[in-house]
């Protein structure tokens, strides 16, 4: 089993910045992409951002130049740094793993998610 825990949303005032840490753990052989995805109420879940192992980057447009993923290959995290962020970025922040798990094949793995509130 595979368990992808989120930590560092919360309450922020436009402008404001927050970074999002995801912890991967469990019975884990590699860990290919992990990314983060949202979803704001009554909307579907949508791609913000994506980084391979080799740490090759992918942004959703409008997440460019203000958010940044990054990723620590010894720690089995990710990271989002979210910088000037706006109302409109509120949502639950979900982290995505594809892991290769021990004795097991490739699978997509998700974590809870991760309040996001973006106040005017």
């Known amino acids: 089993q595979v368990q992808l825990v989120e930590s560092g949303g919360g309450l922020v005032q436009a402008g404001g910045s927050l970074r999002l840490s995801c912890v991967a753990s469990?019975?884990?052989?590699?860990?290919?992409?992990m990314g983060w995805y949202r979803q704001a109420p009554g909307k579907q879940r949508e791609l913000v951002a994506v980084?391979?192992?080799?740490?090759?980057?992918n942004y959703a447009d409008s997440m460019k130049g203000r958010f940044t993923i990054s990723r620590d290959n010894a720690k089995n995290t990710v990271y989002l740094q979210m910088n000037s962020l706006k109302p409109e970025d509120t949502a639950v922040y979900y982290c995505?793993?594809?892991?290769?798990?021990?004795?097991?094949?490739?699978?997509?793995?998700w974590g809870q998610g991760t309040q996001v509130t973006v106040s005017s």
């Open positions: 469990g019975s884990i052989f590699r860990i290919n992409a």
């Open positions: 995505n793993a594809d892991v290769s798990a021990i004795g097991s094949s490739r699978f997509d793995y």
């Open positions: 980084i391979t192992s080799g740490g090759r980057s």
